[in-house]
């Protein structure tokens, strides 16, 4: 076993638990602040021309302010299905539809409503823990088997002394998102 063994284990090991932090990322970005944003509106289907499409497909979403976000479909036949998507996916908005495009009026967090998405938000940020623990885990798992391999001791303690600082680092990634996602929700 060799040092370009150990190497590419950590190279792995990283890749994976920058993998998680992205899921982590955009996880976070489907958590409203009491901002409009477009990505709020990820995951809904409209059905359309007899199929079920992606919502950003059908039409173009867009943020005209803080509190607003506008939906004009390229055809305004789906205007109708548009809006039943959204009161069906129960993101708790109601759609205003004027005829020509669909408005969605983000309403301010309450106190309640607030805490409620910091703790929704800690609770994305365990299971990215969680993720990265397990990732962890299966690299120090890989470090043990290439030390029965034939890896020197000294290369496998160091080896797992890396993918130690790995954790650290990305676990320390995840309190900055952390800390940076609460000011933004508790901020009135």
């Known amino acids: 076993m060799t040092d370009a063994d150990v190497k590419n284990l950590l190279d792995e090991t990283k890749s994976d638990m920058q993998k998680a932090l992205e899921h982590f990322e955009y996880e976070l970005s489907k958590i409203r602040a009491g901002k409009a944003n477009a990505s709020m509106l990820e995951g809904i289907e409209v059905d359309a021309y007899g199929t079920r499409s992606p919502l950003i497909q059908v039409g173009n979403v867009s ?4 509190r607003t976000i506008s939906i004009q479909p390229w055809d305004p036949s789906l205007l109708q299905p548009i809006e039943k998507a959204i009161l069906q996916a129960n993101i708790g908005l109601t759609p205003q539809n004027d005829g ?10 309450t106190e309640e409503r607030r805490k409620e998405l910091v703790k929704q938000t800690k609770h994305e940020a365990e299971n990215c823990r969680i993720a990265l623990r397990t990732i ?3 690299a120090n798992e890989k470090v043990k088997k290439l030390q029965k391999d034939g890896l020197p001791e000294d290369s496998a303690k160091n080896a797992e002394q890396s993918v130690q600082n790995l954790t650290n680092d990305f676990s320390a990634k995840v309190d900055k998102h952390i ?5 933004e929700i508790m901020t009135v």
Not at 63 to 66: G, I, L, Q
């Open 100 to 109: 020509k495009i669909i408005r969605l009026n983000i309403p301010p967090l």
């Open 136 to 138: 962890r885990k299966n």
């Open 179 to 183: 800390e940076v996602k609460e000011k």
């Open 63 to 66: 943020t005209p302010d803080a």
